[in-house]
């Protein structure tokens, strides 16, 4: 049996813009992502089926995550800039977690365990402490700078798996 793959930045992309019906750049080497950035982060927690190991995190900050819950809902850029300033809805965070989820056929490979979405922690919620613990170790990942067009933002979304 082989680990869960890390996906490489092009397939992050064509997924991103497949899912967003837009265009999206994408540039790697962003700064690793941490805790305390203002405005908090969006953490989706991958684990692995059956035996339900902490395999894989996705960590977005909040103006890229407003930029992606508010293009997948089809909502106007003025949106996701304000949402960037004041914080996710409830709506822009379920569409964030429904893109994480979408996410996840990424870490999925042929001879490795099936990998599920596990759970989705928005700006402000307690992680457990392994969670956090991963979202700064230094694990193969990719920290990514992400643009979603015609006015959505941009920011930085990690991937890591262990």
Do not use: C
């Amino acid at each position: 049996m082989i680990a869960t793959p890390l996906p490489n930045p092009q397939d992050i992309k064509e997924m991103l813009e497949m899912l967003l019906g837009r265009e999206v750049t994408i540039t790697t080497g962003a700064d690793m992502p941490s805790l305390n950035a203002e405005g908090g982060q969006v953490v989706g927690v991958f684990e692995n089926d059956p035996y339900r190991n902490l395999v894989a995190l996705w960590v977005s900050d909040l103006p890229i995550s407003a930029a992606i819950g508010a293009a997948i809902g089809l909502l106007p850029a003025s949106v996701a800039v304000e949402a960037a300033e004041l914080g996710l809805t409830t709506a822009l965070g379920d569409n964030v977690r429904e893109a994480i989820n979408v996410a996840g056929s990424l870490l999925n490979a042929e001879g490795a365990p099936h990998v599920l979405l596990k759970d989705v922690y928005l700006p402000g919620e307690r992680l457990p402490k392994d969670v956090a613990t991963l979202v700064s170790s230094y694990v193969p990942r990719h920290n990514l700078k992400v643009n979603v067009s015609n006015g959505y933002g941009d920011g930085v979304l990690s991937i890591a798996v262990r």
